[in-house]
């Protein structure tokens, strides 16, 4: 990836999420937060690993940010909801930013940072050397992972259920005007 | 610089065919309506009398398709008070900006031999094209979704809803339409599927992808009218209970460009069909050299004369699957909102999900040799 363009993504992805959490309105930080993601999937694309790059967008952009979106629209969150006041709460964030500051530095900083960016083989982040390893060398944690993500669903499922008899399938046979509407 | 030069070129030719497409199928789309029910259309607009001039009958043609965006464009930009200003502007655009970047991997014709240097008729032939439209498609979803939210009103923010809904709900089917043809043919790249769906089989018939995929490309269309919000599927705009939903409170030309986007969408739904199940530039029985018709006979075409072939072949099978879009949107009517989530998540979802198993299985049994 030539130089210029990881500078500029590294500075709108840097601007973005500091606006995640700078701004008021939950909306906007959402919009921020969808370009934080963007700008990630374009590095990831730039560094050859394009699937991967691709798979950001559709899953984190395209997919989890709408609901997060319906999730702010649902419960209805203004921009006055903004962090409370209280002095112990700030005082422990700031603990918190801190280490979490000072672990990054440690361990990001070149002694212990060893990762090799150049040189990578030619079908390095192709998508058949990405499903080669994921589904020969990580099946066992591949498989592991889509059993949970099914029984999220599941789980989702028979919440959203409505039952004969149960207090939202009452609501639904008197089919409130806003239901109707959506 | 030379490649860059033809870089540029081959952008601007696809996205300039796009957009006009786009704008002539508003015409076309109000004039095919009127055939349907018996009607004249749009003949107002001839204020020179310009088609009259030009020796054509007074259909204005010309003056519609001048009129329509003088008139969008001159009108006043309205915002609504405490709006939010900012993305209220910024809906429109992100509406449309993804779905003109997707053409950018669309191929539009074979590769070109001119003077020794060989293009490949793709803005960008990215190995991963058919992940960068889902991609593409799944960010869509913003611009309708916000610029119904920051109108600030409530019929505006219910037809963004809907249609957010509506979007997530059909992109999981359109994605499964679209990986069961990329298992069919072991690639994500655009170019390398309509190269293999060049040649016949048994002798006459092409072998274009909707006679091994039909349930695949029934999906895609279904799921592609979907997403481009249109009738029957109609919901989050529809006049009669949400008055416009998602885009009430714009006018002017940010109205125009939410209307641009419903028609590029068509545009680009009729593309990704033919790119996927119709050949895309194959045109049958042609091949490099030229005809080969199924009784044995050849015709032989100089191999420049068959890539321009190849080029209109496409633009004539993307008219040809957008007018089939405007008679299915004049001929059925609305769904009801329990009916289209239920043809969603329980008729297409499981479909696409049946369809790609049994293509997996075909595929792994037979060692891809399809």
């Known amino acids: 990836m030539p130089m210029g363009l990881f500078w500029f993504l590294a500075v709108v992805t840097v601007i973005a999420s500091l606006g995640v959490i700078l701004q008021r309105n939950p909306v906007h930080c959402l919009l921020s937060l969808v370009v934080t993601l963007l700008a990630i999937a374009v590095i990831f694309i730039g560094e050859d690993a394009v699937v991967v790059g691709f798979l950001q967008a559709i899953v984190y952009a395209g997919a989890i940010m709408v609901l997060f979106l319906f999730v702010i629209w649902l419960l209805n969150i203004g921009a006055d909801t903004g962090p409370s006041g209280h002095l112990a709460l700030k005082f422990f964030g700031g603990v918190a930013a801190a280490a979490l500051i000072a672990e990054l530095l440690i361990f990001l900083l070149p002694p212990h940072l060893k990762v090799k960016f150049a040189g990578h083989s030619a079908t390095y982040g192709s998508i058949e050397s990405l499903a080669r390893t994921l589904f020969s060398q990580y099946i066992v944690a591949f498989e592991i992972t889509s059993i949970l993500l099914l029984i999220a669903i599941v789980g989702a499922v028979a919440l959203a259920r409505r039952g004969p008899g149960s207090q939202l399938a009452k609501s639904a046979s008197g089919s409130a005007p806003a239901e109707r509407v959506l | ?370």
Not at chain 2, 120 to 141: E, H, R, S
Request: charged share 10%; glycine share 10%; aromatic share 12%.
């Open chain 2, 1 to 370: 610089m030379i490649d860059l030069l033809i870089g540029a070129i081959k952008a601007i030719l696809i996205i300039f065919l796009a957009l006009n497409l786009a704008a002539i199928l508003l015409w076309f789309e109000r004039k095919g309506s009127a055939l349907i029910q018996d009607r004249v259309g749009a003949n107002r607009a001839n204020i020179t009398g310009f088609g009259k001039r030009l020796g054509l009958p007074n259909v204005g043609f010309v003056n519609t398709l001048m009129a329509d965006p003088l008139k969008l464009f001159t009108k006043e930009d309205f915002v609504p008070q405490d709006a939010d200003k900012f993305i209220h502007a910024l809906g429109p655009f992100l509406a449309l900006f993804p779905v003109l970047i997707t053409f950018a991997v669309v191929p539009f014709g074979n590769e070109i031999r001119i003077a020794g240097r060989t293009i490949n008729l793709q803005a960008a032939p990215i190995n991963a094209a058919a992940l960068y439209i889902l991609a593409t498609i799944g960010i869509g979803v913003y611009g309708v979704a916000l610029g119904g939210w920051a109108s600030n009103n409530r019929w505006a923010l219910l037809g963004a809803i809907r249609a957010t809904a509506q979007m997530i709900s059909y992109e999981i089917a359109m994605g499964l339409a679209i990986i069961a043809v990329v298992v069919t043919y072991g690639t994500l790249d655009l170019q390398a599927i309509c190269h293999a769906q060049g040649g016949v089989w048994f002798g006459w018939l092409p072998r274009w992808g909707v006679f091994v995929q039909p349930l695949s490309f029934i999906l895609l269309l279904t799921a592609g009218m979907a997403e481009s919000k249109r009738v029957p599927f109609d919901l989050p705009e529809s006049e009669s209970e949400l008055i416009a939903g998602y885009y009430l409170e714009y006018s002017g030309g940010k109205q125009a460009a939410f209307m641009l986007t419903d028609f590029a969408e068509i545009v680009l739904v009729s593309a990704l069909a033919v790119t996927f199940f119709f050949g895309g530039w194959q045109i049958p029985w042609l091949a490099a050299n030229g005809f080969h018709l199924p009784g044995g006979a050849f015709i032989a075409v100089n191999p420049l004369v068959v890539s321009i072939f190849g080029i209109i072949a496409f633009f004539v099978k993307v008219v040809i699957f957008c007018w089939i879009q405007i008679l299915v949107r004049w001929t059925l009517p609305r769904f009801r909102y329990d009916q289209l989530m239920k043809l969603g998540w329980k008729g297409l979802v499981p479909l696409g999900l049946a369809n790609l198993l049994v293509t997996a299985l075909v595929v792994v049994l037979t060692q891809g040799t399809v």
